[in-house]
């Protein structure tokens, strides 16, 4: 059993193309890999590998084999060969020379010269042969190059899989909080909205916000009947009689897969310890015993903002970007009717974009956030993007964080010093990771070790980390020395870092009824990060 890679396309067959097939066999001859860069069918090329051991003798001097009609040029790896089949016109000194070079490819990529670590990682030493050899000729690259080549991303694919990721943790905590809303419902002894004899509310694309059961109001949906306590009595007493409501209990097939599930993923503990009782929820206006991490009130805002930074070698600034979103949900129409009070102040230039049915010029005036038409309340269970801003800037003052790399060359070695420093101290930064590309692929040696660090043998990166920085946290300077190289290697640094407060200051402070005026209880969350911190 081996891996057989060939060309999918037929390449025109020229007399340049010198090198038939890269191949790695083992001392008996059996086949590990073999890549080839010319049409050759695969019964011939298995012909041609069977046919290189036996043409082995234990007193030839040479490291090369001819026969009629082809080439082999091999080097034994320890307990294994790595060998090229070319024809016989071809150049043998580069052919050595490209053997070697393919030779250093192996502990790269497949990290030792072993049969199982060559299988484990038999696509990747595929690829870096493809980069030094193309159409049978050999490439001018260097080994730097190849690893370039491969391990090359793409910033937007990165974007797109964390947007992906953020959309599936969004409809997981959607489902999380749809089946605690209806078992609170159930045990309290109210039907659930669209249960029963009741008819849900319906998506109207004419709505003025998009979800609303008419496009004249949004507080047109089914009421919810909340039986008298002489009803939840005889309905206790009573086994006859059809359920009412939605069961998460035995009889429930779909029910019974989504409480399945939840156990499986350890979310029912989560759910049953968080349901409330009768009297819990009757008091839930003027309480507030639910964990913070689970309480998401009537009226919730999230709020969400996010850095890009381009730095030059010395430190100086490229350029500063800061964009932000706002989103307002409300969870019953008694909570539709609200505004809530932002701060709109900012020591940056922001730019503010308002939803197109929020009173622009109430929120310009005074940063209040509320609808349009004052009788119209917010949809429901509809998370509304009420609010967006940016900010663009060079000016140096508004870097909220600061990296610096200096980089000392020595006799034979490169020392490396970073220094950091939070410059906004009204921020606290949460999971930072400063990442430093380490040229030549040889480890750090580490002289000061802030923080935690790692060292990514793979991509060739050193991950300097800190669960917290804030305002008591001292500057540091982590310092590593390397062998000495072209310190350009050491660049682009990368940094990434989350915090639970804005950078510009913009968060919700208050929540009011719009025709009351009395003050509306309201949860928030709050997500500030670093989207692009590097330093070129």
């Known amino acids: 059993f081996f891996f057989f890679f060939s060309l999918v396309a037929s390449p025109p067959k020229t007399p340049s193309m010198t090198i038939i097939s890269v191949a790695i066999t083992t001392k008996s001859g059996r086949p590990l890999l073999a890549r080839q860069f010319v049409e050759i069918s ?72 072993e049969e199982a670590a060559i299988k484990q990682n038999i696509f990747d030493l595929v690829f870096a042969i493809d980069e030094v050899i193309a159409l049978g000729n050999k490439e001018k690259v260097n080994l ?29 905590n959607i489902a999380n909080e749809k089946i605690k809303a209806i078992d609170a419902q159930k045990k309290a002894g109210i039907l659930p909205t669209g249960m029963g004899s009741h008819s849900s509310a319906s998506y109207n694309p004419n709505s ?56 499986e993923s350890g979310e029912l503990d989560e759910v049953v310890s968080s349901k409330p009782s009768a009297s819990s929820k009757a008091g839930s206006s003027s309480s507030s015993s639910a964990p913070a991490s689970a309480q998401r009130l009537p009226v919730h805002i999230d709020v969400q903002e996010s850095i890009s930074m381009k730095f030059d ?37 922001v730019t503010f ?52 790399c200096w980089p000392t060359p020595a006799s034979d070695v490169l020392t490396v010093t970073l220094d950091y420093e939070l410059t906004k101290p009204e921020l606290v930064l949460h999971d930072v990771d400063i990442i430093i590309p380490i040229p030549g692929g040889n480890p750090p040696v580490i002289q000061d070790s802030t923080g935690t660090y790692k060292y990514d043998q793979r991509a060739h990166e050193l991950h300097w980390t800190f669960d917290l920085i804030d305002e008591s946290s001292s500057p540091g300077t982590p310092e590593f020395t390397i062998p000495k190289t072209n310190s350009t290697g050491l ?46």
């Open 313 to 349: 070698h010395d430190g100086g600034l490229d350029s500063l970007s800061l964009k932000g979103s706002m989103t307002l949900e409300v969870k019953d129409a008694a909570s539709g009717l609200v505004m809530v009070k932002v701060n709109n102040q900012s020591s940056l230039p």
């Open 144 to 172: 730097q190059q190849v690893r370039s080549y491969l391990e090359m991303d793409s910033q937007q694919e990165r974007l797109a899989e964390l947007h992906e990721e953020a959309r599936q943790r969004e409809a997981q």
């Open 353 to 404: 974009n308002t939803h197109p049915n929020i009173n622009k010029a109430a929120f310009n005036k005074s940063g209040i956030l509320a609808s349009r038409e004052i009788t119209r309340p917010f949809p429901e269970n509809v998370a509304l993007p009420v609010l967006k801003w940016r900010s663009t800037t060079t000016d140096e003052s508004a870097i909220p964080f600061t990296v610096n």
């Open 491 to 536: 660049f682009p640094v990368r940094v990434n870092f989350k915090s639970t407060k804005t950078f510009s200051g913009i968060e919700a402070l208050d929540a009011a009824h719009v025709e009351t005026k009395t003050p509306v209880r309201f949860s928030q969350n709050i997500s500030f990060s670093s989207e692009e911190y590097v330093i070129v």
């Open 208 to 263: 003025a916000y998009g979800s609303s059961h008419s496009s004249d109001s949004y507080t047109s949906r089914p009421s919810i009947s909340t039986p008298t306590p002489s009803e939840t009595k005889k309905s206790q007493n009573t086994d006859t009689g059809p359920k009412k409501g939605i069961s998460l209990t035995k009889g429930s097939g779909k029910a019974q897969s989504i409480l399945k599930m939840m156990e």
């Open 42 to 113: 695969r019964l011939r090329i298995e012909g041609l590998l069977a046919a290189f051991p036996k043409l082995m003798s234990t007193d030839r001097e040479h490291t090369f084999i001819e026969t009629e009609s082809v080439r082999y040029v091999y080097t034994p790896i320890e307990s294994l060969y790595l060998f090229m089949i070319t024809n016989k016109s071809s150049n043998i000194m580069e052919d050595i020379d490209t053997l070697g070079f393919i030779s250093k490819l192996i502990p790269e990529y497949a990290g030792a010269y």
